[in-house]
């Protein structure tokens, strides 16, 4: 099925199996997100893309666009329900951004600039969480885990190692390593495995790298969470075009 829908007023196209997420995105309209990656299936975890579509809120990465779809996402609204959702990783988890190596680079802390986040807003959790240095050249920080699964899905889709899962549920829902160990370094992860470069925020790091580039250069610096995200979706479609001419 394919047809037009429309979002915030503007028309835009979308083929078969496309999600309102991908119509938007192909068309240049962010939706602001963060468990999406074009190149993986999506998750549905982190809700920040939630938009009305026919007057329901839906999560734009999973809902099928169909025809005539009438989707409104650009709203102060929405906007506002997106920073508190933000608001609420941020205290989840132990996001100290000042002695981060993500800092400048991590897309949960663009997200919040984005959506013009001053504080946290609500009380922070402080859980205490692991830190894994086992692997010779990867770090693993729990404490800045906001559960995206796009480690998982590289590690399994990609790397086809399968290095990550997720166990638990609701709050106590955690990333786990697949190894008898429990341990990264225990694992057969390497550094150059898609798995190793999908994390939005500090919680993988590739060990040796950190401040190596100066304030004012890095990632999020240079742009915003909207331009990185519109670009990225430019590189996984085919030249000519998201459906492939
Ligand atoms: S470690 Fe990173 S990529 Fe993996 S689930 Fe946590 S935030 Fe997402
Ligand atoms: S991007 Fe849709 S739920 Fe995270």
């Known amino acids: 099925m394919s047809g037009t829908i429309t979002i915030d ?15 938007a995105l192909a068309a240049g309209v962010y939706i602001p997100h ?3 990656n074009p190149e993986f299936k999506p998750h549905g975890s982190c809700k920040l893309c939630v938009v009305e579509a026919n007057g329901r809120n839906v999560t734009s990465c999973t809902m099928p666009a169909s025809p005539g779809m009438v989707v409104v996402n650009d709203t102060p609204e929405l906007n506002e ?3 508190a959702l933000v608001q609420m990783l941020f205290v989840e988890g132990n996001h100290i951004c000042p002695a981060c190596e993500a800092t400048g680079n991590c897309q949960l802390q663009a997200a919040g600039y984005y959506l013009h986040m001053q504080s946290p807003h609500f009380m922070h959790f402080y859980p205490p969480r692991r830190v894994d240095a086992s692997h010779p050249d990867i770090f693993l920080d729990l404490n800045r885990c906001i559960l995206c699964e ?3 899905r590289a590690s399994r889709d990609i790397d086809k190692k399968s290095v990550f899962g997720i166990s638990s549920r609701g709050i106590d829902s955690h990333l786990v390593v697949n190894s008898e160990s429990g341990r990264l370094g225990d694992t057969s992860m390497a550094v150059t495995d898609k798995a190793a ?7 993988i790091l590739i060990k040796r ?13 240079q742009k915003t969470l909207r ?4 670009e990225q979706q430019k590189r996984v479609e085919p030249e000519d075009g998201p459906d492939g001419g």
């Open 9 to 23: 007023g503007k028309t835009m196209p979308f083929t078969g199996g496309q999600t309102i997420m991908d119509a």
């Open 34 to 36: 963060l468990c999406h």
């Open 81 to 83: 329900d997106r920073k």
């Open 150 to 152: 796009l480690c998982v």
């Open 197 to 203: 470069h999908v994390c939005p925020t500090g919680a």
């Open 209 to 221: 790298k950190g401040y190596t580039v100066p304030m004012g250069k890095r990632l999020f610096d």
């Open 227 to 230: 331009e990185f995200h519109l």
